[in-house]
């Protein structure tokens, strides 16, 4: 028997039992309606859409990056699909303005010196193109310089130049698996309470001077007519890691084209040029920045509540993606997941008290700009500072502001829940320091626990869009997944923001079981009597 089946049945018949029990759950203060849950699971486990979902996202519409006409496509597919599964109010709305758009069309990079060899390397997203075959010695910068005095010492040494930046580094054996899911010691620990972070703590200052210094020397390699930068992936194994350049917002430089190279394709040329060989390439990239609309575009529907229908729950992903891969894992994994909760919930014919809305964001790996923009319209939001060196700064660089402003839908919002850490299997959820909603919580994961779900953490976790919610005092979740291949800690990831991020690195017993999961908690806290309990509201912004 296959796995989904065996999974499938085995849930069914366990749900199937204990839903006829009276006493089930009857030691919790929480009420749990197992009927509703088993309908769930039947719809979700059986009659799953959820690949065919990641399947459009990724191998038909691609890589979606914002601003790039096939994240438009994607807002208005996804649009288009939550109405045909019956949703209400299916819309995308504007945010911004982000910048240009930006989109890849093509990319060769061959050595041609001292021998010829093709080479696996990949703009970063927002690099300009070559404009035609353009060909370079390699020159290397090895540290990317930090002062005007650097840069002076390296005027007029890199005209018609390839500069490759960064450093060769020894490649090891694995010294353990690609996957990487919780085991069971591991959730015991990970409901541990923390008490604080001890140790070295990030450097802010370096890193607000290399930030503000790197729009320099992106113009000093434009102005002395370098052909391109080469820099090596921080994974092995041919995973190219790319993100890309800042040069989607307005008044920064487009610079020269920018890549990342494998490290093992990176090494070789590093070699030889420790050995006084001379080192060529040929390079060819056909990129285009888009300018006709600057917005950018949250997708958003809704299943309307019944007698407490102005209350809202939400569930939301980042529709976006970087351009190496097609997106699978980050995050058409966590959209394809939301879209699927909302259909088993609308195909199940239940009829939740509050409305639960769906969002796509966009925006997300420039800094969760669609969601932090949606949450500033419709919930609450931060003063802006006035400081022209605080606006200069990054955002999470600046110095707090206060008081929140609070929108009349403020106190409307019941949650938010958020699925963003690639394709495994929701193991749990992260109660954010909210004492009073984790009884709750562990009363709906109780029926799921035969599908692996079993923790309830009191800790936080970031960097997703949950955080916007989070940051006005919103009830904002993550949901606890297993790793899989996502960001395995050293240079042994797979998927994270790389050319490996495709629909085969899906696996789709994890979704089928996550949107099982999804759906159950947006049912759940559809239904209560009460809003889900709160923390009190920040003082000052994180």
Not at 65 to 91: F, I, V, Y
Not at 96 to 102: E, I, S
Not at 458 to 486: A, M
């Amino acid at each position: 028997m296959k796995i989904s089946r065996c999974l499938a049945v085995t849930a069914l018949a366990l749900i199937a039992t204990v839903a006829v029990s009276p006493v089930a759950l009857a030691q919790s203060p929480e009420r749990v309606d197992l009927g509703a849950m088993t309908r769930i699971r039947q719809e979700g486990l059986t009659n799953s859409k959820v690949m065919e979902t990641i399947g459009m996202l990724t191998d038909v519409i691609g890589p979606r990056l914002t601003g790039s006409p096939s994240l438009k496509r994607a807002n208005e597919w996804t649009r288009d699909q939550l109405t045909t599964w019956g949703m209400s109010n299916a819309h995308l709305e504007a945010w911004g303005p982000f910048g240009r758009g930006w989109s890849l069309e093509h990319c060769s990079v061959h050595m041609v010196v001292p021998q010829a060899a093709p080479l696996i390397a990949i703009p970063k997203a927002w690099s300009p193109g070559t404009n035609g075959v353009k060909r370079g010695k390699i020159v290397r910068v090895p540290k990317q310089p930090e002062s005007e005095a650097d840069l002076a010492a390296l005027k007029g040494k890199l005209t018609g130049a390839i500069v490759m930046t960064g450093n060769e580094r020894e490649l090891k054996p694995l010294d353990k698996p690609l996957l990487s899911r919780y085991t069971g010691e591991e959730l015991d620990e990970l409901t541990a309470v923390e008490f604080g972070r001890s140790g070295r703590q990030f450097d802010f200052s370096s890193f607000a001077k290399r930030m503000a210094f790197s729009a320099t020397w992106t113009k000093f390699l434009q102005d002395e007519g370098v052909v391109a930068v080469v820099e090596p992936s921080g994974w092995d194994r041919g995973v190219v890691r790319v993100s890309g350049t800042r040069a989607y917002r307005a008044g920064e430089p487009d610079g020269v084209p920018a890549l990342v190279m494998s490290i093992e394709h990176f090494n070789r040329i590093a070699r030889l040029i420790d050995r006084k060989i001379d080192v060529e390439l040929e390079l060819d990239i056909r990129a285009t920045f888009h300018t006709a609309d600057t917005m950018a575009y949250n997708t958003v529907a809704e299943i309307p509540g019944t007698d407490k229908k102005d209350e809202i729950v939400m569930c939301g992903a980042h529709l976006d993606s970087w351009h190496s891969g097609t997106g699978a894992t980050d995050n058409a994994a966590g959209s394809a997941v939301m879209l699927e909760a909302m259909r088993i919930l609308k195909a199940t014919g239940l009829t939740p008290r509050r409305t639960i809305r769906i969002a796509l964001w966009t925006g997300e790996e420039q800094g969760l700009l669609g969601s932090e923009a949606y949450v500033a319209k419709n919930f609450a939001e931060w003063p802006e500072p006035t400081d022209p060196a605080e606006i200069a700064k990054p955002r999470f660089m600046r110095k707090p502001t206060g008081p929140l402003q609070l929108k009349p839908d403020h106190g409307k919002l019941s949650a938010y829940f958020n699925v963003d850490n690639g394709t495994g299997r929701i193991r749990g959820i992260y109660a954010e320091g909210n004492t009073a909603i984790e009884p709750i919580f562990r009363a709906w994961i109780e029926p799921l626990q035969d599908l692996g779900v079993t923790t309830v953490t009191s800790r936080s976790t970031g960097s997703t869009d949950h955080d916007s919610f989070k940051e006005v005092g919103l009830p904002g979740f993550q949901f606890v997944q297993d790793e899989v291949e996502y960001s395995v800690s050293g240079a042994n990831g797979l998927t994270h923001h790389s050319n490996m991020d495709v629909y085969d690195r899906a696996q789709r017993e994890d979704l089928m079981q996550a949107s099982v999961v999804v759906a159950a908690f947006l049912y759940n806290a559809a239904m209560r009597d009460e809003m889900l309990p709160r923390k009190p509201l920040p003082a000052l912004k994180p």
